[in-house]
């Protein structure tokens, strides 16, 4: 028998526009939030150690589902054990014209150009703080703050993107339990020029620095999210840099331009365009990219790894493969809100 969200699917997101779908569907769960955290609660914790921190369980929902900060407890209650916002960059910023998202169905797959629209550092801070100041020191999910490039700012100005990123660690730093630094997003023209290493080196040096100043009773672990189209070379490349400036992990991978071994009619993938492309087709280059991290920083580095999953086996090989956190986002698309717990409940009965 097919899920009633199978159901719900086939018959009403599919059909709506897809950022439309995701408004509707964000709504909802917002407005279901004290029943969702009721809910929540039903969920055993299964606690994960890294990055210092204590997760509630080994999965979190990866960064661009809610950029703005707006929902963090809500989709925690759906069991999520940490969920990371953003991307947020230091200057709000309307992001792409619209349509911007687009779905594949033959291949549960998305592609999109949002290109970080958000509501910049400043007010995504506030909302943080007001949550914080809210929930007291409440028990809750693990926030992962996700930063990057506003788009006016030109890529080969080091100086003006470091000063952008100090920005957002400012506002944003006291709040993070963790810290990201996204150069792996297709849809920020230059953005993925930051992966070198020449560049990301002094960038995650001055975040690094810059978090440390902010804030002085902890110590903010910071993140690089990489994109799955380095080369393998680079990917190793950026494990040496991370290690060498100690950094706490890295996130394998961000969405892919490659638009190779699709299902979807060719006419089709061409008429939607640019776009960075997640779900199943990343399944196998995301773990790809893990097992090298993996075979290069042993367990120097939390790694978090993200791209297509999607069933439990998916992230059982993922684990297997040295990934000490999982993220996800597609498949929550096109499996629904049972799918974290399906997941969390999963991967923990044969561990
Ligand atoms: C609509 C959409 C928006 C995204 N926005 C961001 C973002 O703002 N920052 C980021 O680091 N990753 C972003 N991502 C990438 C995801 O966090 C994730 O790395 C990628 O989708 C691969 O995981 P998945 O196959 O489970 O979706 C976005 C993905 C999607 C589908």
């Known amino acids: 028998m097919r899920k009633p969200y199978d159901v719900l699917f086939d018959g009403v997101f599919s059909k709506i526009d897809p950022e439309k779908a995701h408004e509707q569907a964000f709504a909802a769960i917002r407005a279901g939030r004290f029943a969702t955290a009721a809910w929540g609660r039903t969920l055993k914790p299964r606690p ?15 960064a661009g589902f809610d950029k703005n900060a ?44 949002m290109g970080f629209n958000n509501d ?26 996700n930063i990057g490039k506003t788009k006016v700012v030109p890529d080969d100005d ?20 963790y810290l990201v630094v996204n150069v792996s997003s297709p849809n920020t023209p230059g953005l993925r020029n930051l992966q070198a290493v020449e ?5 995650l040096e001055a975040v690094r620095r810059r ?34 400036i100690g950094l706490d992990g890295i996130t394998a991978t961000n969405t892919t331009i490659s638009r190779e071994g699709l299902r979807s009619p060719s006419a089709r993938v061409a008429e939607i365009g640019a776009g960075g492309l997640s779900g199943r087709p990343l399944t196998e280059r995301s773990l790809e990219v893990l097992r090298l991290l993996k075979g290069r920083v042993g367990d120097d580095l939390t790694l978090i790894g993200v791209g297509g999953i999607t069933t439990v086996a998916d992230a059982k090989a993922r684990l297997d493969a040295g990934a000490d956190l999982l993220q996800g986002y597609t498949a929550f698309i096109y499996e629904g809100p049972l799918w974290p717990r399906a997941i969390v409940r999963g991967v923990s009965r044969t561990r």
């Open 158 to 177: 080091i100086a003006a993107v470091i000063k952008d990123h100090e920005k957002s660690v400012d506002h944003l730093a006291p709040y993070a339990d």
């Open 70 to 113: 707006v929902g963090i407890d809500a989709l925690a209650g759906l069991g999520f054990g940490h969920i990371e916002i953003g991307t947020v960059t230091g200057e709000a910023q309307p992001g792409n014209p619209k349509p911007r998202l687009f779905r594949l169905l033959d291949d549960r797959a998305v592609v999109n150009r």
């Open 199 to 203: 560049k990301l080196s002094p960038l």
């Open 48 to 62: 994960v150690s890294a990055l210092g921190l204590e997760f509630p369980n080994v999965l979190g929902l990866a």
């Open 211 to 244: 978090a440390d100043e902010v804030v002085t009773d902890r110590r903010v672990p910071l993140v690089v999210k990489i994109a799955p189209d380095l080369a393998d070379d680079d990917v190793l490349a950026v494990a040496d840099m991370a290690k060498a």
């Open 120 to 145: 910049g550092a400043e007010v995504v801070g506030r909302r943080l703080a007001a949550r914080a100041a809210a929930r007291k020191g409440k028990s809750g999910p693990v926030v992962g703050v």
